[in-house]
């Protein structure tokens, strides 16, 4: 649940002498359950309320640019009754507004003037709790006014369970075609005081470190002869290294989301632009641990794992980008490692996403030094990714074959060797700040109290199989992550051989959290060996974009299937692990049964799925997608 206002307060002292902090927890999100609420426009009911999400002024509802909104038509109300199980004051967040789109559409001098309230109804009749004007003038996002539900003095709005609320609006002019207006946010929260505990060895605290876009034969702990992340070797050296991790994705939105919350990409709903919210209802990896009292922090340079889209929940400090770029370690490190001081007393779970390995690559000075290359002076001025579109369906047309060489025509051996000799300088950097963290959790005296966990949410192509970046296949280069861990309870030296997904980390790291090193398990089982599962949205088959594919892997054997297409290619891995040939026509076998498998698990985890249908993609989805070179 988010914490999207501030979160933790200063620390106190109770009345027994421990010290305490007081934590800030959303427990409801009303948006996403329509079924409490009745609507009633113009004195009939209206059956079908339309939730989408709606752009917000930037700054508004702690800098969300977009939420999930009931539009609603004007003179609606909107009745509900508080939950009656939850106990105490709770705080009622939430914003009013016009729909940012539906503006942008009106004549510049469009003005158009409504009134909002919340409501208590009584027996004696309704007590107004709060009323905003809201003004809508041209098309400027600055004339939709996003106004955040307050209490008496501008504090939170306090209701109580079983309290009957009304949120009504209506319009001043008598203008026909109003826009549309959002009632978002809206949402229970609580504040707790808890115990602030310091971590032990059998009570740790926890470090989880995402490298974006991070091969693991890039890295040299897992096979690449250049020393490109020595800080990643010694952690593997003290601690367990996982030879064959998968990531449950080739991109950042649903792989992040299922190494925070456990669950396949079908189950999280985190797939695609237009279903990119992470569901209150699922219990994330750091909503665990802050209700086990450990203090949470989250800092990510990925515009995609940001409050935005809800990936806050369970966070009392979340630090993300507030525009459409990505901020690298540089930036994203010194505010980290201040907040490690600020809280070595508190046993604590801190989320690093670091960036470094995802292009535009900009490595450090040490990196360029570390690993030597010149840029050919001749490279191909032209992305390379815009080629892509040339070579894909040439490469795809030879059904067996998905070959780097065919390249060759356009990149000499020194352009591609160039492109991976820079891909590896900007590891090399985001090596560098996995070493700066470690020093600090050393300086700080915690190493023999803290489990460090380092992965990444997916690889990255240099034309291994016709393609350039990540989210369009489900090869190796994309599919097979770094996983390394250390600290107490973490065997050290151990080598792990068998294929595990690194979305168990949730698992395990959520029951350390909870129960400590004693009951958790103390080899991490990560389901080491089971059949592994993997997909996309952004798919690449046969020259077409767009597909979703899904991928399972066991046995030995790897099947990528199109769902568009309803085609599959099969790959031998014992004879074949880079995947290059497709087997599928002399083993119909294999192909039927793992194809079964798959459809199988695909099938069980959309029944199994958390999420409210697609909301359908917000402006503000897409722009950010296009910002960042995904559309
Ligand atoms: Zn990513």
Not at 243 to 249: G, N
Request: hydrophobic share 40%; aromatic share 8%; net charge negative.
């Amino acid at each position: 649940m988010t914490c999207r206002a501030l979160l933790v307060l200063a620390l106190g002292l109770a009345a027994c002498g421990h010290p305490t902090r007081s934590v800030h927890v959303e427990v409801a999100d009303l948006v996403l359950d329509a079924d409490r609420f009745a609507v009633v426009a113009d004195g009939a009911k209206v059956d079908h309320l339309r939730v989408q999400p709606v752009t917000f002024e930037p700054g508004v509802l702690g800098g969300a640019r977009e939420l999930p909104a009931w539009l609603l038509p004007h003179t609606a109300s909107l009745e509900f009754t508080v939950p009656q199980d939850l106990a105490g004051e709770l705080e009622l967040h939430g914003g009013f507004a016009f729909d940012f789109v539906e503006c942008k559409r009106r004549r510049a001098d469009y003005r158009d003037i409504l009134e909002a309230k919340v409501e208590r109804i009584g027996e004696d009749g309704p007590e107004l709790l709060w009323t905003a004007t809201l003004v809508a003038e041209g098309k400027t996002p600055h004339g939709y006014g996003w106004r955040e539900i307050t209490g008496p003095g501008g504090g939170p709005l306090i209701v109580h369970a079983g309290d009957r609320l009304r949120i009504h609006s209506w319009n001043l002019q008598a203008h026909k075609n109003l826009p549309k207006f959002g009632v978002a946010g809206l949402s229970l929260h609580v504040r707790r005081e808890v115990a602030v505990e310091t971590a032990t060895p059998e009570r740790p605290n926890v470090v989880l470190v995402v490298m974006d876009t991070l091969s693991a034969v890039h890295t040299s702990t897992f096979g690449n002869p250049d020393a490109t992340t020595p800080h990643l070797d010694m952690l593997a050296a003290r601690g367990t290294a996982f030879d064959a991790a998968r990531a449950t994705s080739s991109w950042t939105w649903p792989s992040t989301a299922s190494i925070l919350t456990g669950l396949d990409p079908a189950e999280h709903g985190v797939t695609k632009a237009g279903t990119s919210w992470l569901a209150a209802d699922i219990k994330t990896l750091a909503e665990r641990l802050q209700a086990a009292d450990l203090a949470t922090a989250a800092f990510t340079g990925n515009r995609l794992v940001s409050a935005d889209f809800h990936f806050d929940q369970g966070f009392d400090t979340f630090r993300g980008p507030d525009r459409n770029e990505f901020i690298d370690g540089a930036e994203l490190m010194p505010p980290a490692l201040a907040w490690l001081d600020d809280h070595a007393d508190e046993r604590f779970f801190l989320y690093l996403h670091l960036v470094d390995p995802h292009r535009p690559f900009a490595p450090l000075p040490e990196s360029k030094i570390a690993l030597p290359g010149e840029k050919p002076a001749d490279l191909p001025k032209l992305m390379l990714a815009q080629h892509t579109g040339e070579l894909y369906p040439e490469s795809c047309a030879i059904p067996d074959r998905f070959e780097r060489p065919l390249l060759t025509s356009m990149l000499s051996a020194r352009d591609l060797a160039w492109m991976d000799r820079s891909y590896d300088q900007a590891i090399h950097t985001g090596d560098i700040w996995l070493g700066r963290l470690v020093a600090k959790l050393r300086a700080l005296g915690l190493d023999d109290s803290t489990v460090i966990v380092f992965t990444a949410d997916h690889g990255e192509e240099s034309y291994e199989h016709g393609d350039i970046g990540h989210g369009q296949s489900l090869f190796p280069e994309l599919m097979h992550v770094p996983l390394v861990m250390a600290g107490p309870g973490v065997p050290v030296g151990l080598r792990v051989a068998d294929t595990v997904s690194n979305a168990a980390l949730y698992g395990y790291l959520g029951e350390l959290g909870e129960r400590g090193v004693a009951t958790a398990p103390s080899a991490p089982n990560l389901q080491a060996g089971e059949p592994m599962f993997y997909s996309t949205s952004r798919g690449q088959w046969d020259g077409a974009r767009g597909q979703t594919l899904l991928g399972i892997e066991s046995d030995g054997w790897a099947l990528h299937l199109c769902v568009e297409a309803g085609a599959q290619r099969l790959f031998d891995l014992k004879n074949d692990p880079e995947q290059h040939r497709d087997v599928a026509a002399e083993n119909p076998d294999m192909v039927a049964r793992l194809r079964a498998q798959l459809l199988e698990h695909q099938s069980a985890a959309e029944a199994g799925r958390q999420t409210p249908a697609a909301l359908g993609a917000g402006e503000g989805a897409i722009e950010t997608l296009k910002d960042i070179g995904y559309l």
